[in-house]
């Protein structure tokens, strides 16, 4: 088990647009060839944009864009013609494929937080594909089959466990309060990264809490 902490995180973003990122991956200047991904997971970047900033149109292609909104409401357009607002405990996957262009912005008069995490695809190239699961469930995985991974959210008050699926790689992110796992701490923007065998290994919350933990079969 490999713990990293959320004052480790590259810093990124433009603070003067309201823009602040947190990265947990290797990442545009912050290049660490130790750190460019595990599993199939590339990024995990904590986002806050302060009302009316924003991510102007970018490309992506080849990769798995999963958003997890924690506070706020996000406003995602893309090339395809489709404009959605998530808002926290909404899911939205955004598979670029062969190409995608995209806005995120935060058009609401508070503040934004989400969890973005890109994983790359087991085949390259298609027809990008996009879907949002509003109040995703605690009890519903949700399959990334494109990159071979599982997403589990897991909300959990004071005492309660979970167990940590049995896979080659699994992460976990600690979205909010506090957790335990294997004698260590966990607090928000706090990760920990498994490889096998870790099935059977439980995570307590210390106080109540809110992670998500990926499910990855290979690298």
């Known amino acids: 088990m490999d713990v990293r902490r959320a004052a480790d995180r590259y810093p990124g973003g433009d603070e003067g647009a309201g823009i602040t990122t947190r990265h947990a991956f290797s ?3 912050h290049y ?3 750190n460019l991904r595990f599993g199939a997971l590339i990024a995990c970047n904590e986002e806050r944009l302060a009302p009316a900033a924003g991510f102007a149109e970018h490309p992506h292609s080849h990769t798995e864009i999963v958003t997890w909104v924690v506070e706020g409401e996000l406003t995602h357009r893309d090339s395809t013609g489709r404009a959605t607002v998530i808002r926290p405990g909404d899911l939205q996957h955004l598979s670029a494929a062969a190409g995608v262009r995209h806005v ?27 879907e949002v699961v509003r109040a995703l469930a605690d009890t519903t995985p949700y399959a990334v089959p494109e990159a071979g991974a599982t ?4 909300r ?17 992110h600690v979205v909010r ?3 335990e796992l294997a004698g260590e701490r966990l607090g928000a923007g706090d990760a920990a990264r498994l490889t096998e065998p870790v099935g059977g290994r439980e995570m307590v ?4 809490a809110e992670f998500l933990v990926w499910e990855m079969r290979a690298g």
């Open 27 to 29: 990442f545009g200047p």
């Open 32 to 34: 660490d060839p130790d």
């Open 104 to 130: 995120e912005r935060n058009d609401a008069a508070g503040p934004l937080t989400f969890v973005q995490m890109w994983l790359t695809p087991r085949n390259p190239g298609g027809e990008p594909r996009y």
């Open 151 to 154: 997403l589990h959210v897991r």
């Open 156 to 172: 959990l008050a004071s005492g309660e466990r979970t167990a940590l699926p049995p896979a080659a790689f699994v992460y976990v």
């Open 177 to 179: 309060g506090e957790v």
């Open 205 to 208: 919350a210390v106080g109540d």
